[in-house]
């Protein structure tokens, strides 16, 4: 059973040139699973679950 999904997950920082943070992440996980999101600071780990 899934507990949390997303798919397609985009963000884009619009400005002269736009910056693209994240670009169709897909992510799911199962009851029962571990996972871990990890990158440097300001990479946007944070706007998976916001």
């Known amino acids: 059973m899934k507990i949390l ?6 963000k884009i920082y619009p400005g002269v040139e736009d910056v693209i943070a994240l ?6 996980l199962e ?7 990890i990158g ?5 780990k944070a706007h998976c679950f916001t």
């Open 31 to 37: 009851k029962g699973e571990l996972a871990a999101i």
């Open 23 to 28: 670009n169709h992440v897909d992510f799911s």
């Open 5 to 10: 999904e997303t798919r397609g997950l985009t």
């Open 40 to 44: 440097e600071s300001g990479s946007e």
